[in-house]
């Protein structure tokens, strides 16, 4: 395995051989890279519009690759080299793709040319066809389009990616409710309420969990009142959802059975086996009417419930709340709410911002409403289920554990990435999450009692796979806990971690977490032994042009533009061809918000930004460049993917928090590979806390390609 370093001291709880393997590995892949680079010749850059175009006509003139032409002049010009205080860049170093394209201009225009009516008759009809290929491959590109993604009306087209059918949903808002179970019913008939009456909620919804045994049912505490469900919105209402039905009785016993529905479509039932929906009693009036549910709060904390407001014309608005709950003397703890699985989405949300009793044991009572370790809240929670458990309490040495997340198609991350699928801050977080679960169930911190520890990851490496759509998929998590060192004040766990989907692996890395005292937080040097780092651009000092990523955003048809949750980035001070390693280099400032988002979520009362959302950054910052840069302008629909097989590292060694005044990251173009799928680059960033650089990366990498339709 590969070794983490931490403050400068190698950690291997493996042995020396795996250090050696893993050393062996990192510089036969470096010598790789340098090999491949040198093995590569312009010709296979040439873009495949260059290359119909020179099969049209011979004329050097005619074969000028218009695309790039203008890009060049755009962005080389003397104005596009301007900064933003209005004075002109001076010319810097071009990267090398830049170069090959202006040089074989160049050459091409320094050939003679023999200028003549014919040759003038000829350029204009080849230009003339070549307009009209240019159009009817963009008119038929459209159509196909539009075949292969029809667009729903009232969902968001711009952001979120095609659904499992084709067509392009609108994604959730962070903060909604992720339903245990999913259904394709938005309507129940007076049949279908009456099996619900009859506790056959499975065949109702369409949905199982295996090990759960549902014995709850619709309008248990007395007769059935609505005679029909018109319409169920997950998100309907403020965003919480609503419920329409009819009915004919007792107002009352019509709004709770309205919220009983809700509770049921949303599988609320499924954290608890053999519970029960429980509700305050009470009657107002009997009439025949139409009921609207909207809910106000749903929630799995303390128990799994549903609060809303119940509308009847002609009566005042009933507050209904619907519990899930555990039959009388049952157990709610890990194994005990379901039998034969340790834990699930009931227990995370408790380890996130409950009872940390109930989500990991009696030993942990002492956690709760205390700052602690945790797991992310919200949105930001990604793992829901311990499937497997090979390990015990007290044994930190080792434990092999298997965990999933769903990942439904509507996620808030899929609508707010430039991503063509899951965003890498998604892959970072949910294999970490599910590291980090069962890693601290096993009890690192119960070994210092009464010491607030703190949970931090502090590094590590992760590749890719291979690329897939993971919409609406079931992600499998498997993880091992190589070791755990306990010192004083801290403690320290390795790890390994392989993602799956359907069956196949996608994804593997390691890691390490800390758990850290208050003393030891507070005494935190960064990368670089507490002395302060400048950027490479304090040490270089000279013009930049800017690209301005607020203004991009703004508009609402920028293509390939993370918004909302993940606008993280509003400008990009950009350097061509500067940087370590000449090819470009890339700076950006972000006032820190103690009100952004992320605080209230990561962790419940312990606030830091999430260390991926800096590698995202520092990936936006890449993809906007890239953008700029023009290597879009020759792929038709374009989209960024994570590459496959190219290894990512990471060190965090400090973190931000909400009265940190400032994020700064750099990142400096390291590669730019061009291949069949389109273009990758890979860069190496930093980012820095006023006065102390706390993250490096390496070789982080983002694919531009064209858009393949997968099955």
Known sequence: MTVIEFDGVPFDPVGTAAVRGASAAMHESSAFRESSAVRESPEMYESSAVRESQAVNESPAVHENSAVHERLAVHRSPAARQTSAGHETPRMHEPPAVQEVATSTAVAKARPQTPGPLTEIRSGVVAAHRAALTAQVALQRAIWQRAVHPQVPGTDHGHGGPSISGARIAAAPEWTFKPLARTTRTSLDRTALARLTEGDVADVFGYRRSGVESVARL???GPLVLTDVVAIELRGGTGNGRLVAHFDGDTRTAAVQAAEVFALFTGMQLCLSRSTLVSEPGTTESRTGTVEFVVREIDLVPRPHVTGTATIAGSAPLEVTVTVTEPAGAGV???????GLLLNEFH?????????AIAMGHEFAEYTGVRATRLPTGGLLLVDRVIEFDGARGKLDAATYRTEYDSPADSWYYGDTANESMPHFVYMETSLQAALLMGYYAGPTLTQPGVTLSLRNLGGTATVLRQVDLRDKTIEQTSRLLSTTILPGSSLQNFDYTLSVDGEPFYTGETMFGYFSDEALANQTGLDAGRSVPTWLDEHPQATRTIDVAARRADPDARLCARRTLALID??????GGGKYGAGYL???????????YFARHFHLDPVIPGSLGVESVIHAIQEWMLDAGFADTIGAPVFRIPSDIAFSWRYRGQFLPTDATVRLEAHIKEIRRGASGVTVIADGSLWKPGLRIYELVDLAIELGEREERP
């Open 219 to 221: 309008a248990a505490a």
């Open 571 to 576: 400008r990009i001070d950009v350097v061509d």
């Open 587 to 597: 700076h950006s400032l972000r006032e820190i918000d103690p009100a952004d988002w």
């Open 348 to 356: 995370m949300t408790h380890l996130a911002r409950g009872d940390q």
């Open 333 to 339: 703890g890990p194994g005990a709410a379901v039998p």
